[in-house]
């Protein structure tokens, strides 16, 4: 070979100053010819050598997003929303399973007993406990890293209610279209559910992911045990009264938790 790189090219070359041509020039080059990779080596910085390294060993180590997280990031979602969104824990197969599990017995039951209240009562509490257990250091593994990403602690919480929301009202939304023998009574769930979401947390904020849920979901479930002891008409929540009720209920529960948003960064629950 009778043409080498020159040494203070190779110098450029190696800080990443060298520029085209010559550095198509020079990379084609190094690559066939021992002797100028060695005086490439000899005029490299050792430092900035083993940090490119490290560079490369953690992109080859980082993980791969999933096929959840990269549709979210085509859909134009922030990378690192999306990777909150994808790593809430009622998102995973093992719940989803369930409450697939649980919405499909109970239609059945439904069916075979022609008794649509039993779907109405259980049907709001899905996304109640979808949401409890979307947030908090109690049922979520990934809580420490999602605490200290540089997200507001409402905006966390909002972001985990969407995906659990969304989840769990898509299943019911389902189960309501297999029962198309009671017509729009199969909705009727819905702004109950929607009530007890938005009351369950607003109580967490004083009370906490589980407790604040959990007394509103005890609640619901009492007011439906009431219900069941007097099966004569329809129960109360699910009459047109009891629908502007629970609306009522939701706004005035989102108006409250607006109001005490700061306080999911002041408490680490």
């Known amino acids: 070979m009778t043409w080498h790189v020159a040494e203070e090219e190779l110098r450029a070359y190696a800080r990443g100053e060298l520029a085209p041509p010559l550095l198509w020039s020079a990379d084609t080059h190094v690559g066939s010819c021992a ?112 605490a200290v990403a540089p997200t507001h602690g409402f905006r966390l919480l909002m972001i985990r209610t969407v995906a659990a929301l969304t989840a769990s009202l898509g299943f019911n939304c389902l189960a309501a279209l297999a029962l198309p023998g009671f017509g729009l009574v199969a909705f009727g769930w819905l702004l109950p559910a929607l009530a007890l979401t938005a009351a369950g947390l607003a109580l967490s904020a004083r009370l906490g992911p589980l407790l604040g849920p959990g007394l509103v979901g005890g609640a619901w479930a009492l007011l439906m045990a009431v219900a069941a002891r007097h099966p004569a008409g329809t129960p109360f929540a699910f009459t047109a009264a009891g629908q502007s009720a629970a609306a009522a209920l939701a706004a005035l529960a989102t108006f409250l938790l607006h109001r005490a948003r700061d306080r999911f960064d002041a408490q680490p629950y």
Not at 100 to 112: E, K, M, N, P, S
């Open 35 to 146: 002797e100028c990779r060695a005086v490439l080596a000899a005029v490299s910085d050792p430092a900035a050598l083993d940090a490119g390294w490290d560079r490369l060993d953690a992109e080859l180590d980082a993980p791969r997003p999933g096929r959840g997280e990269r549709l979210l990031t085509r859909l134009g979602v922030a990378e690192h929303t999306a990777r909150l969104l994808t790593a809430t824990p009622v998102l995973r197969r093992s719940w989803l399973a369930s409450v697939a599990f649980v919405l499909a017995l109970t239609v059945t039951v439904v069916r075979l007993v022609d008794a649509p209240a039993l779907f109405l009562a259980l049907a709001p509490l899905l996304p109640l406990a979808a949401v409890a257990l979307s947030y908090g250091p109690a049922l979520d593994p990934a809580y420490e890293i999602a």
